[in-house]
């Protein structure tokens, strides 16, 4: 039987010889045949040789995706369109306005699966089950967005696109779209709208993390935020997520009092919880957006490492993707994590923006002695041996040095200011009574 060239081209990138062999044709046939597929397929040289790829539809928008990227000022510029492929996985067509590193590792734009930045703007974590819910209901998606498969993420991001984390936009529909003004809360607000958040309402904007929490545009701040919140009443786990709250509130002005990048953040108690409030830095003002793409998505494409702040840095550092500057900070802030008792630093802790033809790390969040909350329910009593931090091996002695002794200052100050805040509870004063559990660390020489 004579296959035909589009069967060919569904088995993978084919070079023009191979089309040839398979099909019988001759060169002559291939290249008018190829010609007259026009934008239905695509050239790209792999090795020394060009290969073709067959274009396909996808997500119920065609075979050309519009990535379109927001700018501080809230106006959108078209970076380029996503193709997929009829064999699996997709090519993004780069417009002379879209950042190199957004082609991915092999910088050609080629990806074996969604390229590695939409990930972080799939539905996840609170806010993620909330919306996976909502589209079961709807479209019959998988109620747990951990289920979603690639086509249940890219229909949901083509139209549901234009408020995601970060300032991509994928689909024309997104672009299209009015802008509509944020509605502006107060922080009286906040207790409503923690009882919507619980009760399943989605709120305007999409975020991760497995905390209760929603989104708002903050009329004091004039900002967008993302507000988590503790549980209400006294007992003994709603008394720790405010310690742990607090904790999280002191980091950041610990880190900003150093000089080094965190967001910016507020303490509120109302109606018997307490909400942590925290300025959005991939937002500006109403419109504006700036870029972030979590360090996991980075790794996954970039670096392969899986764990560790400052080792995916320090691979993404060889490969010249950030500079020194930055892994140097991330090491400190690495650091500081490990002396204040936070025990979830997985990679989706941090985010990096796009600066040109490189990464820089954006302010952290979510940084708070995590060691401390409740564990299958249960709430321990405090106890935290400071660790050594004998994990910069990869750095020159000096660099070492220089990170320890900057972390643990940080750390110091950090935990003084805990014990200094009137609003902690009684055990987290006692424990904190003992000393300043960063004079505990033996140092590592
Ligand atoms: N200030 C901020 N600006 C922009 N995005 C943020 C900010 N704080 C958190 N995020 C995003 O929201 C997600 C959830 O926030 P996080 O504090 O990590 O919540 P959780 O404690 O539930 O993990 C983060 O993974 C990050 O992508
Ligand atoms: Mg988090």
Same mark, same amino acid.
């Given at each position: 039987?004579?296959?035909?060239?589009?069967?060919?081209?569904?088995?993978?990138?084919?070079?023009?010889?191979?089309?040839?062999?398979?099909?019988?044709?001759?060169?002559?046939?291939?290249?008018?045949?190829?010609?007259?597929?026009?934008?239905?397929?695509?050239?790209? &040289?792999?090795?020394?040789?060009?290969?073709?790829?067959?274009?396909?539809?996808?997500?119920?928008?065609?075979?050309?995706?519009?990535?379109?990227?927001?700018?501080?000022?809230?106006?959108?510029?078209?970076?380029?369109?996503?193709?997929?492929?009829?064999?699996?996985?997709?090519?993004?067509?780069?417009?002379?306005?879209?950042?190199?590193?957004?082609?991915?590792?092999?910088? $050609?734009?080629?990806?074996?699966?969604?390229?590695?930045?939409?990930?972080?703007?799939?539905?996840?974590?609170?806010?993620?089950?909330?919306?996976?819910?909502?589209?079961?209901?709807?479209?019959?998606?998988?109620?747990?967005?951990?289920?979603?498969?690639?086509?249940?993420?890219?229909?949901?991001?083509?139209?549901?696109?234009?408020?995601?984390?970060?300032?991509?936009?994928?689909?024309?529909?997104?672009?299209?779209?009015?802008?509509?003004?944020?509605?502006?809360?107060?922080?009286?607000?906040?207790?409503?709208?923690?009882?919507?958040?619980?009760?399943?309402?989605?709120?305007?904007?999409?975020?991760?993390?497995?905390?209760?929490?929603?989104?708002?545009?903050?009329?004091?701040?004039?900002?967008?935020?993302?507000?988590?919140?503790?549980?209400?009443?006294?007992?003994?786990?709603?008394?720790?997520?405010?310690?742990?709250?607090?904790?999280?509130?002191?980091?950041?002005?610990?880190?900003?009092? &150093?000089?080094?990048?965190?967001?910016?953040?507020?303490?509120?108690?109302?109606?018997?919880?307490?909400?942590?409030?925290?300025?959005?830095?991939?937002?500006?003002?109403?419109?504006?957006?700036?870029?972030?793409?979590?360090?996991?998505?980075?790794?996954?494409?970039?670096?392969?490492?899986?764990?560790?702040?400052?080792?995916?840095?320090?691979?993404?550092?060889?490969?010249?993707?950030?500079?020194?500057?930055?892994?140097?900070?991330?090491?400190?802030?690495?650091?500081?994590?490990?002396?204040?008792?936070?025990?979830?630093?997985?990679?989706?802790?941090?985010?990096?923006?796009?600066?040109?033809?490189?990464?820089?790390?954006?302010?952290?969040?979510?940084?708070?002695?995590?060691?401390?909350?409740? &564990? $299958?329910?249960?709430?321990?009593?405090?106890?935290?041996?400071?660790?050594?931090?004998?994990?910069?091996?990869?750095?020159?002695?000096?660099?070492?040095?220089?990170?320890?002794?900057?972390?643990?200052?940080?750390?110091?100050?950090?935990?003084?200011?805990?014990?200094?805040?009137?609003?902690?509870?009684?055990?987290?004063?006692?424990?904190?009574?003992?000393?300043?559990?960063?004079?505990?660390?033996?140092?590592?020489?």
């Amino acid at each position: 039987m004579i296959t035909n060239i589009e069967q060919v081209l569904k088995r993978g990138p084919t070079t023009s010889k191979d089309i040839q062999f398979a099909t019988g044709m001759n060169q002559a046939a291939v290249s008018r045949r190829i010609r007259a597929m026009g934008d239905g397929i695509i050239r790209i &040289k792999i090795g020394r040789s060009p290969h073709y790829m067959l274009i396909s539809n996808a997500f119920g928008g065609g075979n050309r995706l519009l990535l379109s990227m927001v700018d501080p000022h809230g106006n959108s510029t078209s970076i380029g369109c996503l193709r997929p492929l009829a064999h699996g996985g997709f090519f993004l067509e780069k417009l002379p306005s879209m950042p190199s590193v957004l082609l991915g590792e092999g910088k $050609n734009g080629l990806f074996k699966d969604l390229p590695y930045f939409l990930y972080d703007l799939a539905p996840q974590g609170f806010i993620g089950r909330q919306i996976a819910a909502s589209m079961a209901a709807q479209a019959g998606f998988p109620n747990d967005p951990k289920e979603w498969n690639v086509e249940h993420i890219g229909q949901y991001l083509t139209s549901n696109g234009d408020d995601l984390p970060g300032n991509l936009k994928l689909g024309a529909q997104a672009q299209l779209r009015l802008r509509s003004t944020p509605v502006a809360y107060t922080m009286k607000d906040y207790p409503r709208l923690a009882e919507a958040a619980l009760d399943g309402a989605i709120p305007g904007s999409s975020a991760g993390g497995e905390q209760p929490k929603f989104t708002a545009f903050c009329k004091e701040r004039s900002a967008h935020v993302i507000v988590k919140f503790s549980p209400k009443g006294d007992d003994a786990t709603a008394v720790r997520w405010r310690d742990i709250l607090i904790t999280e509130f002191h980091a950041a002005e610990a880190i900003h009092a &150093k000089n080094f990048p965190a967001a910016e953040t507020r303490l509120i108690e109302r109606d018997g919880r307490y909400f942590h409030e925290s300025q959005r830095f991939d937002r500006v003002g109403e419109f504006g957006r700036l870029s972030m793409i979590s360090l996991q998505s980075v790794d996954a494409e970039f670096a392969g490492i899986g764990h560790g702040w400052h080792r995916v840095m320090k691979a993404l550092f060889d490969e010249d993707l950030v500079s020194w500057q930055h892994l140097f900070d991330t090491a400190v802030l690495w650091s500081f994590g490990k002396l204040i008792n936070n025990t979830d630093m997985h990679l989706g802790n941090l985010s990096l923006s796009i600066e040109g033809d490189v990464f820089r790390i954006l302010p952290v969040y979510d940084m708070c002695s995590m060691g401390f909350v409740p &564990k $299958n329910g249960e709430v321990r009593p405090f106890r935290f041996d400071s660790p050594n931090l004998d994990d910069l091996t990869m750095f020159p002695k000096d660099a070492a040095d220089g990170i320890r002794s900057a972390a643990s200052q940080m750390a110091r100050d950090f935990w003084n200011r805990v014990a200094r805040d009137t609003r902690i509870s009684q055990d987290f004063r006692d424990f904190l009574a003992k000393g300043n559990p960063v004079d505990l660390v033996r140092m590592a020489s």
